[in-house]
């Protein structure tokens, strides 16, 4: 053995700079001196197989077959096996040992250990992960060559997916490089089984977003086929934005440092813009509005499908970032993000707006019984794809990936983490919504009011007008009082009543709870109101006009709209005596 291993030391020395080395993730948690003892320990298992086989036997081996039969059992396709088929098919005439052929050390590679554990794999419940890789790589198994390059890469990419462990394992054409190298395979032979798999047989996808190599049932359908058909129906009603926008994973950015502070939720809409729209577009508040938030963060993306060149230009990169500048000085709830990237993602997001078109239609087909096969072929591209738009979008809204420019207030902003840049939307927020009034009533402090919470306000708003008594004749703990707690008494806008108390209600619309900010803000709000009402007396104007002054950010206060009619109420409450 130790002649052995000297004849051969350079190719020992180079799978451990191969499977030990920097780039290598397998053993990276394990110290060096730890290599020769996987090396060489455990020869002629190849390094990979060694870290498979005791995390697979963990996963499904059971009494007749685990991690110590493999090795010291007879079982077929045991480690016993496994050199006793050495002894009869690579002892040449020559007398080459049977541990080489052709001057390579023979190595065991994990398909090895899919052969061993089949039945193991095969009886694993119907709803386990490792039962559903099993039935796939069986199905394709049945169409290869037991011995082919080709069944080799089925089997090892299965028991990847089994162990599901891809910071260490990755499914990929790298990894299957390092390992068959090691078996005596090229690049090229490689490669070439890889595209048979995918081209040919159609039981692999190769993923975009990751490079992963991920096997899946044939349905027979021309799925690529099909997809780039869609792709060409969908390109003349589809924009790029479009799909980004209808697939958006942040489509409301928060500031949350504003919103803890301010016992509210404010949020500013997270839309993607095209960089040609952006430069034609002028009325980006009026634009902004009819996305009913706080703010808008807008995000420009570069569509290469409407661009005349090919890349941006130096000249158009200044000329975006000094148009962003001068509306967000002008309109402050607006914050433009500009990418620094200029790959080409239209044809991936075409494909991907395609897929789920494709996949929710055979979903809601209701003619035919769901083709779950096709379904899952669509299902495994529209994950990929899938992936992509979220890159795209946390290239935007990550700002310690260095890939985009932010410009918020007139000014370009250096971010380096993501609580930057919502602790600048609290800072934008906190320098336009000035005025607001404190409200901790998270049900009733929102434009859009549940139907319960509804008719709780309108019980209040019933008592706020029509109960002479200083309680409103509401007690207990119903969702009407939690209201008239959190937005008239803590505010000190109507006077606690003790109990049994016959004092009549009084509304003070010059509270004075002992938070001075507070109060000041709640003054406002009522002078703004009795304002409306005083012109009002002279001409007739609509509620609208009010709630547009206390929900816009001109006025600096922001009000949510299921609080107003409370304080509408408490003025016109203290004018009944008029």
Same mark, same amino acid.
């Given at each position: 053995?130790?002649?052995?291993?000297?004849?051969?030391?350079?190719?020992?020395?180079?799978?451990?700079?191969?499977?030990?080395?920097?780039?290598?993730?397998?053993?990276?948690?394990?110290?060096?001196?730890?290599?020769?003892?996987?090396?060489?320990?455990?020869y002629?298992?190849?390094?990979?197989?060694?870290?498979?086989?005791?995390?697979?036997?963990?996963?499904?081996?059971?009494?007749?077959?685990?991690?110590?039969?493999?090795?010291?059992?007879?079982?077929?396709?045991?480690?016993?096996?496994?050199?006793?088929?050495?002894? &009869?098919?690579?002892?040449?005439?020559?007398?080459?040992?049977?541990?080489?052929?052709?001057?390579?050390?023979?190595?065991?590679? $994990?398909?090895?250990?899919?052969?061993?554990?089949?039945?193991?794999?095969?009886?694993? $419940?119907?709803?386990?992960?490792?039962?559903?890789?099993?039935?796939?790589?069986?199905?394709?198994?049945?169409?290869?060559?037991?011995?082919?390059?080709?069944?080799?890469i089925?089997?090892?990419?299965?028991?990847?997916?089994?162990? #599901?462990?891809?910071?260490?394992?990755? $499914?990929?054409?790298?990894?299957?490089?390092a390992?068959?190298d090691?078996?005596?395979?090229?690049?090229?032979?490689?490669?070439?089984?890889? %595209?048979?798999?995918?081209?040919?047989?159609?039981?692999?996808?190769?993923?975009?977003? @990751? #490079?992963?190599?991920?096997?899946?049932?044939?349905?027979?359908a021309?799925?690529?086929?099909?997809?780039?058909?869609?792709?060409?129906?969908?390109?003349?009603?589809?924009?790029?934005?479009?799909?980004?926008?209808?697939?958006?994973?942040?489509?409301?950015?928060?500031?949350?440092?504003? @919103?803890?502070?301010?016992?509210?939720?404010?949020?500013?809409r997270?839309?993607?813009?095209?960089e040609?729209?952006?430069?034609?577009r002028k009325?980006?508040? &009026?634009?902004?509005?009819?996305?009913?938030?706080?703010?808008?963060?807008f995000?420009?993306?570069?569509?290469?499908?409407?661009?005349?060149?090919?890349?941006?230009?130096?000249?158009? %990169?200044?000329?975006?970032?000094? %148009?962003? &500048?001068?509306?967000?000085?002008?309109?402050?709830?607006?914050?433009?993000?500009?990418?620094?990237?200029?790959?080409?993602?239209s044809?991936?997001?075409?494909?991907?707006?395609?897929?789920?078109?494709?996949?929710?239609?055979?979903?809601?087909?209701?003619? #035919?019984?769901?083709?779950?096969?096709?379904?899952?072929?669509?299902?495994?591209v529209?994950?990929?794809?899938?992936?992509?738009?979220?890159?795209?979008?946390?290239?935007?809204?990550?700002?310690?990936? #260095?890939?985009?420019?932010?410009?918020?207030?007139?000014?370009?902003?250096?971010?380096?983490?993501?609580?930057?840049?919502?602790?600048?939307?609290?800072?934008?927020?906190?320098?336009?919504?000035?005025?607001?009034?404190?409200?901790?009533?998270?049900m009733?402090?929102?434009?859009?009011?549940?139907?319960?919470?509804?008719?709780?306000?309108?019980?209040?708003?019933?008592?706020?007008?029509?109960?002479?008594?200083?309680?409103?004749?509401?007690? +207990?703990?119903?969702?009407?009082?939690?209201?008239?707690?959190?937005?008239?008494?803590?505010? +000190?806008?109507?006077?606690?009543?003790?109990?049994?108390?016959?004092?009549?209600?009084?509304?003070?619309?010059?509270?004075?709870?002992?938070n001075?900010?507070?109060?000041?803000?709640?003054?406002?709000?009522?002078?703004?109101?009795?304002?409306?009402?005083?012109?009002?007396?002279?001409?007739?104007?609509?509620?609208?006009?009010?709630?547009?002054?206390?929900?816009? $950010?001109?006025?600096?206060?922001?009000?949510?709209?299921?609080?107003?009619?409370?304080?509408?109420?408490?003025?016109?409450?203290?004018?009944?005596?008029?």
């Open positions: 053995w130790k002649n052995f291993c000297a004849q051969n030391e350079a190719q020992f020395e180079n799978l451990k700079n191969v499977w030990f080395g920097g780039s290598s993730r397998l053993f990276s948690n394990l110290e060096g001196s730890f290599a020769d003892t996987i090396l060489c320990g455990c002629p298992l190849h390094p990979a197989t060694s870290y498979i086989l005791p995390r697979l036997s963990e996963k499904a081996a059971q009494n007749e077959r685990t991690l110590r039969t493999f090795l010291s059992g007879n079982d077929k396709n045991g480690f016993s096996s496994l050199i006793e088929k050495l002894g &009869k098919t690579e002892k040449t005439e020559s007398g080459e040992n049977e541990f080489l052929h052709g001057g390579k050390i023979i190595l065991f590679t $994990p398909d090895a250990l899919f052969d061993y554990f089949e039945n193991q794999l095969q009886n694993e $419940p119907y709803t386990s992960e490792i039962k559903k890789n099993y039935l796939i790589a069986s199905q394709i198994l049945r169409r290869l060559e037991k011995t082919s390059l080709e069944a080799k089925v089997k090892t990419i299965s028991l990847i997916y089994c162990l #599901n462990q891809f910071e260490r394992l990755s $499914p990929d054409l790298n990894f299957l490089f390992l068959y090691d078996a005596g395979y090229s690049r090229e032979e490689i490669r070439g089984a890889v %595209k048979n798999l995918s081209e040919n047989l159609g039981v692999v996808y190769l993923n975009v977003h @990751n #490079n992963y190599i991920q096997l899946k049932a044939a349905s027979g021309d799925v690529p086929a099909l997809i780039s058909d869609c792709v060409e129906k969908r390109r003349r009603t589809v924009r790029i934005v479009d799909i980004l926008n209808s697939f958006n994973t942040e489509k409301f950015i928060y500031p949350t440092l504003y @919103n803890v502070k301010n016992k509210m939720t404010r949020y500013f997270f839309v993607f813009v095209s040609k729209e952006f430069l034609e009325d980006w508040k &009026k634009f902004a509005e009819k996305f009913n938030s706080d703010g808008c963060v995000a420009l993306f570069k569509d290469f499908e409407n661009s005349e060149n090919s890349g941006r230009t130096d000249f158009d %990169k200044e000329k975006i970032i000094e %148009k962003t &500048k001068k509306i967000s000085s002008e309109a402050k709830n607006l914050v433009f993000i500009i990418s620094r990237l200029d790959e080409n993602f044809e991936k997001l075409r494909r991907f707006d395609s897929v789920a078109f494709l996949r929710n239609q055979l979903l809601a087909d209701s003619s #035919n019984l769901l083709d779950s096969v096709l379904f899952d072929e669509y299902d495994i529209y994950q990929d794809l899938y992936e992509v738009v979220k890159q795209i979008v946390h290239s935007y809204v990550r700002p310690e990936r #260095n890939l985009a420019l932010y410009v918020s207030l007139g000014a370009e902003r250096k971010l380096y983490r993501k609580s930057e840049f919502t602790n600048l939307i609290s800072k934008i927020c906190a320098e336009i919504f000035y005025r607001t009034p404190v409200v901790n009533n998270e009733l402090n929102k434009n859009c009011l549940t139907g319960a919470a509804t008719k709780s306000r309108a019980k209040l708003l019933d008592a706020m007008l029509n109960s002479p008594f200083a309680d409103l004749g509401l007690s +207990g703990s119903g969702q009407e009082v939690s209201f008239m707690r959190s937005a008239l008494l803590l505010p +000190g806008i109507l006077k606690k009543a003790e109990k049994n108390s016959a004092e009549k209600k009084i509304f003070n619309l010059e509270p004075a709870s002992g001075s900010k507070n109060d000041e803000n709640f003054k406002n709000l009522f002078t703004v109101i009795k304002e409306f009402f005083a012109r009002a007396e002279e001409n007739e104007i609509s509620f609208s006009e009010l709630f547009e002054l206390l929900v816009k $950010p001109e006025n600096g206060i922001g009000l949510r709209r299921g609080v107003i009619p409370l304080y509408i109420a408490a003025v016109v409450s203290s004018f009944s005596k008029n």
